[in-house]
């Protein structure tokens, strides 16, 4: 056969199967019109069926909801653009996504004993929460820090105290994850030094530092400075660790917080990619080239309560993401269109009320995580309600993901809901939703200026207090809050203190550190960092003499303040 | 009226002359809530005259009133007066309760014992102030402070009670505002002492500063040529550099500064300008004449609202009115005939 | 509408370092909902700035939102304050993460109900009322 009969005949082929398609498709709208006439007559139960988002939900999806285009392009294979499918091409058949509990109380030394307990029971990973002192930038002898030294996390006001925490533990071998922002840059100097103090160069170190200052101010709000020098020593931060650090993650770009804080699921979605995108462009104007940066981009996700929107918020994540980095900033490094995210399942759907009820919550919602196709897990214990988790309710949320992974079957197969009408549906309707929200955003010229205008914080305040009435109102079931309710009133339960001990150590501890340093290297080092801020410069060399001369955490921070200035919350009501 | 105090109010008076915070505060809610002998305890109170310089700050939402109020509070702090502070948010009309957040962006000033600060809702008034804003500030006036700002509202229209209630009126603008101006422009320029385009570094700033100096000339031209006399602070300079004009008008022509009050830029222009208004204020006699017409007011509102409490209290007056609205309805009389039935009682 | 002529005024306050404030915001809207006025003073307060918008404002009740678990230190501290300034008419509630013993504890030491995670506004809204209720006809 000739090659022109040949494809003649491929392509009169390929006409009937159209046909038959277009034919099949008709048919089922003419079944569909006359299954819901059916339906019209019967009452549906008194609930909202729309999300918790305010998505309204229909009782049934078919193959006329799918809205995107081809099948490849929409969808692809794992591992490959657009990422649908996955971020990596053998997900969970070659490596479970990694197990990491946040952790952190005290004393650094308390934190290390807890750590050299965790890594003996085989984890690789750490996961450092820092207490509100830190997170603020303030000294454990700050007036400001009263009340709240190693309370809700480890209290790290120097070097000295970085070295203590991972005294004995190898930097070269764990992986190492910071949640800190306002002050992040100077943790991250901290951290570095604490390394090199073991002899070991920052080339080799891994770890994430979360360093997200955008969603700080819309939704955290552990802020120090202002958006335009936060976000140089941001990008500071990317520039540094691409020459020094290339295994390491200089930001986890989060939109956990910005879902806590009230946002629907297409806020989340979209605000975190949007800030995403900011820091992209803010490390382009730098002159970094995309792909040198981007590949070390990492994300950080909410799940929450309705199972198929998360999941659906997963994978619409990665379509978005690889989309925009390929298609708007030119990355050409496949790396760079991967977007990689960890986990966590949400804080505010816990209750107080039969707190026992939180693990079922927990285990739906990590199982959405593992179907949506996460790196990493952090599962919430059921007594987060009442105060920090003891070391039970802790275990039991790890089991939860251990039974996830190896009883339920869910990692057996890479992305199994794909192919689902609802899901496929779900997963077009948060994406279209999602570059609605980012018009929005570039009408105020951009993340900042919607920043200073309050926008996200009114939107995100709005949402929950949307989603507050609802549950008031009896509409929206919150099982032992509003319906159910009988056994809400006694709740026996554990609950971990903080020795208030601990404080008054943290205190005693900095004085003696203000006295043996040399006083004469932390003014003259604090000097050259108030210097550098004033110039362009790179300020991560800085900060690292000034950790080298033991200055303090809130000191680094009064002199770059000094030049800075400091963040002022907008009035958003 | 104006009788000796009650007791409790008679111990407030005193610690209010005493000094002290809590006294002030709770006079400012006797004030506000208008709890019975709140006039006695205003008349005691102004039996000192008037000494602070009332300062307003007004202009459409967004402008960044509170923002740079506060920076001319910290920049007044540092010269070491002592301040109070009136901010005014709109109560809710659908459930009588009001947000108030303007001591969000006064954090700074938060625990300096120098300064003091208090929200007020408007309470269903309508023109940019609380019903009692003024009588607050009185207060705040007779505590002992040097200066007194108040911010209004802020919700678009134009915010006339503020002159009312000011020494002088500061009217924040930002680029952003320019289309919303054209239609307020009128009114804006009828009540503003100082211009000022904040959020300055933002495109557009140029652009309205220039309009505005534009929309002022124009008036300025039509108005009655009269050259004051300056000396001391160089205010002839201050007006030539930010009006491109010399003073016109009734003595005093409306600056327009430029201001970026996130970082304070320009807010030491605004701080000479305040500075040379008041001189002038009280060098020209239009102090005085500011004050004398505030007191005209404030007696006009106390007579007009007495008036109203006594006619609507009395028995014969209600019954006078039912009977009235009876008549009325057999066409004997009309709503006017009864009015100046119970007005001749009343004034009797 | 609440009944009684003269409006209540709340000041809901964030104090510590802790910047969770979704709680905050949801309770300062609901206040204001059912015809209290709120005064907001933003995050990061110290138990000093609280003290002094308090009697500032002269607001009958202070409600602050604590997720830290530094509640054992700031509610005495604010009621310390509040008490040593003259305020002791001034009513301390909020809420937070706090474990039960330590409500029990700190109610017992002068601190009005505190609520937890999920209690419905209206809960707050009544308790509110009804103390103010109280104070007005004794």
Redesign the interface.
């Known amino acids: 056969m000739s090659s022109i009969e040949e494809s003649t005949s491929t392509s009169s082929h390929l006409l009937a199967l159209l046909k038959e398609q277009e034919d099949e498709l008709s048919e089922l709208k003419e079944r569909l019109s006359r299954w819901e006439q059916s339906c019209a007559d019967a009452s549906e139960r008194e609930i909202l069926f729309s999300t918790v988002s305010g998505r309204e939900i229909k009782p049934l999806y078919t193959l006329l909801d799918r809205t995107s285009s081809q099948y490849q392009d929409a969808l692809g294979l794992p591992g490959e653009y657009p990422f649908t499918r996955g971020p990596y091409s053998t997900m969970y058949r070659t490596r479970l996504w990694t197990m990491r509990q946040f952790a952190g109380f005290g004393t650094a030394e308390e934190t290390n004993e807890r750590y050299k307990y965790l890594l003996r029971q085989g984890q690789t990973g750490l996961s450092v929460a820092f207490d509100f002192p830190t997170l603020m930038g303030f000294d454990s002898d700050h007036p400001r820090s009263l009340g709240e030294v190693g309370v809700c996390g480890v209290a790290i006001s120097s070097l000295h105290d970085m070295e203590r925490l991972f005294d004995g533990i190898a930097l070269d071998e764990v992986s190492v994850s910071m949640t800190i922002n306002g002050p992040a840059i100077i943790l991250f100097c901290f951290y570095v030094v604490a390394a090199e103090k073991q002899g070991i160069s920052p080339g080799v170190l891994r770890g994430t530092v979360q360093n997200d200052i955008l969603k700080e101010y819309q939704a955290q709000h552990a802020w120090v400075f202002p958006p335009n020098p936060a976000l140089r020593c941001i990008v500071d931060m990317f520039e540094w660790c691409s020459e020094n650090a290339p295994k390491y993650n200089p930001i986890s770009i989060s939109g956990y917080h910005i879902r806590e804080a009230g946002a629907t699921a297409a806020q989340e979605l979209a605000f975190t990619l949007g800030n995403g995108f900011e820091y992209v462009e803010r490390a382009i104007a730098r002159g970094l080239d995309v792909d040198a940066f981007a590949p070390r981009l990492s994300f950080f996700l909410d799940v929450h309560n309705d199972f198929f929107e998360e999941i659906a918020k997963f994978r619409a994540a990665r379509r978005i993401w690889s989309r925009i980095m390929r298609e708007k900033y030119h990355a050409k490094n496949p790396e760079s269109w991967r977007l990689r995210t960890h986990a966590q399942t949400s804080g505010v759907t816990l209750t107080a009320q039969q707190p026992e009820n939180n693990i079922v919550r927990v285990a739906y919602q990590a199982m959405a995580a593992a179907l949506g196709g996460t790196q990493s897990l952090h599962t919430n214990s059921m007594d987060e309600t009442h105060a920090l988790p003891t070391e039970k309710a802790v275990r039991v949320a790890l089991r939860t993901q251990q039974v996830l992974a190896f009883e339920s079957g869910v990692p057996n197969t890479i992305d199994p809901l794909a192919g689902s009408y609802f899901i496929e549906a779900l997963t077009d309707e948060l994406e279209r939703d999602a570059l609605e929200i980012f018009d929005e955003i570039d009408r105020f010229g951009g993340v900042v200026p919607a920043i200073e205008e309050g926008w996200f914080q009114r939107e995100i305040a709005m949402s929950a207090m949307l989603q507050q009435r609802e549950v008031e109102a009896g509409d929206r079931v919150v099982v032992g809050v509003n319906h159910f309710t009988e056994g809400s009133e006694e709740v026996e339960i554990d609950t971990l203190r903080i020795d208030p001990e601990i404080e008054k150590n943290q205190v005693a501890r900095m004085a003696e550190l203000r006295e043996r340093r040399d006083p004469e290297a932390v003014e003259r080092t604090l000097r050259e960092l108030r210097e550098s801020s004033r110039t362009g410069e790179n300020l991560v060399p800085r900060i690292l003499e000034c950790a080298r001369a033991y200055c303090t955490l809130y000191e680094i921070r009064r002199a770059m303040e000094d030049v800075f200035g400091s963040y002022k919350e907008p009035v958003f009501f | 009226m104006t009788g000796p105090l009650e007791s409790a109010l008679a111990e407030l008076l005193e610690r209010f002359h005493d000094g ?3 006294a ?3 006079a ?2 006797l004030v506000e ?1 208008e ?1 019975p002998g709140f006039q006695d305890f205003l008349h005691e109170v102004l039996r000192v005259g008037p000494r602070a310089a009332r300062i307003g700050f007004t202009g459409p939402p ?1 402008a960044g009133k ?2 740079l109020l506060s920076m001319v509070a910290t920049n007044c702090r540092t010269q070491d007066e002592q301040l109070g502070v009136v901010a005014v948010d709109p ?2 009309s ?12 006064m ?2 000033l ?2 300096d014992p120098g300064i ?4 007020m ?1 408007t ?1 269903g008034s309508l023109g940019g102030l609380a019903t009692t804003t003024k009588e607050v500030l009185d207060l705040m006036d007779a505590f002992g402070f040097d200066r007194v700002l108040i911010e209004t509202v802020g919700v678009g229209q134009t915010e006339l009670e503020i002159t009312a209630a000011a020494d002088t009126v500061i009217v924040v603008l930002v680029p952003e505002s320019g289309d919303a101006i054209q239609t307020m422009k009128a009114g804006l320029m009828e009540i503003a002492d100082i211009f000022v385009v904040n959020k300055a570094d933002r495109p557009g700033a140029d652009r309205l500063v220039k309009d505005l100096r534009q929309g002022l000339h124009l008036r300025a031209a039509t108005a009655i040529e009269s050259a004051p006399a300056h000396h001391g602070l160089d205010l002839a300079r201050i007006m030539r550099k930010e009006s491109c004009e010399e003073p016109r008008g009734p003595g005093w022509s409306p600056p327009v500064l430029s201001t970026v009050a ?2 304070g830029e320009g807010v030491e222009d605004l701080m000479d300008t305040i500075k040379a208004h008041r001189f002038w204020l009280e060098e020209s006699g239009e102090l005085e004449e500011r004050r004398r017409g505030r007191r005209k007011v404030r007696i006009q509102d106390v007579v007009d609202r007495e008036l109203r409490r006594t006619a609507w209290r009395s028995d014969t007056v209600l019954a006078e009115l039912d009977q009235g609205l009876e008549r009325i309805q057999k066409r004997k009389d009309t709503p006017y005939s009864v009015a100046w039935d119970i007005l001749d009682r009343l004034l009797r | 509408m609440q009944s009684i002529d003269q409006q209540i005024r709340v000041l809901v306050a964030k104090p510590g370092l802790d910047g969770h404030d979704r709680g905050a915001k949801v309770i300062a809207s609901a206040l204001r909902d059912a015809g209290f006025e709120v005064i907001y003073t933003g995050l990061h307060q110290s138990p000093e700035m609280i003290v002094n918008a308090a009697i500032q404002e002269d607001v009958h009740v202070v409600a602050m939102s604590i997720l830290s678990g530094a509640h054992m230190t700031l509610f005495p501290k604010v009621r310390e304050l509040l008490d040593g300034a003259g305020a002791n008419h001034i009513l301390l509630t909020g809420g937070g993460i706090i474990p039960v013993e330590d409500i029990e504890d700190l109610e017992s030491r002068g601190i009005g109900r505190l609520f937890g995670p999920g209690t419905p506004t209206t809960e707050v809204i009544d308790y509110i009322q009804d103390w103010f209720e109280d104070q007005e006809t004794s």
């Open positions: 002290q915070p809590v002030l505060g709770r400012i809610s809530n709890r967004g509170s923002s109560t809710s659908y459930s009588g309760g009001a947000l108030l957040g303007d001591r969000i962006r954090s700074d938060a625990t003091f600060i208090r929200s809702a309470r996130q970082s």
